[in-house]
């Protein structure tokens, strides 16, 4: 139990601060966030088992975080009668969004490992560029030369996967 515990602490607990921002800016609540996380991570607790599989834990994390929130503001909405288009034009873009992150975290995933760990505590974490020096133990030129290499070797992926979907 105990090595559960330190395990779940070192994989899931660092993801909670892109968690937060996550839910924040789908709920516009501080408040309200904070308590999907909270609600997120016993959800997580409570199948960690079956975690284990779990290749992409970020992209996990912040998908449950997504629908936790979607849930709680239909539970908040007025009911309102809308039609089965504008029903499936909303599934759409909802799908649409989940497959451009998974594409993201995949792609970010390709990124040689200090690259890709320097592009997520900027965009997951929201650490500004001392702060990932410090977390990184680089000096914050290094920062931005890792950050301009990602985004490059990131812009030709995406080239690259868009020429495939042609």
Not at 99 to 124: C, G, N, S, W, Y
């Amino acid at each position: 139990m105990k090595r559960d515990t330190e395990q779940f602490k070192h994989d899931y607990l660092p993801l909670q601060p892109a968690m937060q921002r996550m839910a924040e800016h789908l709920l516009g609540s501080e408040e309200d966030a904070a308590d999907v996380v909270q609600d997120c991570f016993v959800t997580l607790w409570n199948e960690r088992e079956k975690l284990r599989r779990v290749v992409n834990r970020e992209a996990w994390c912040i998908t449950l975080v997504k629908r936790r929130c979607v849930d709680l503001l239909r539970k908040r909405r007025p009911t309102v009668e809308v039609d089965e288009r504008t029903m499936a034009m909303a599934e759409e873009m909802t799908s649409a969004s989940e497959e451009r992150l998974r594409l993201a975290m995949t792609l970010i995933d390709r990124l040689p490992e200090r690259q890709a760990q320097a592009v997520r505590l900027k965009h997951f974490d929201g650490a500004d560029a001392d702060h990932i020096a410090e977390a990184m133990h680089i000096n914050t030129g290094n920062v931005y030369t890792l950050l301009s290499r990602a985004y490059s070797s990131l812009k030709q992926m995406i080239l690259e996967y868009e020429n495939r979907q042609i």
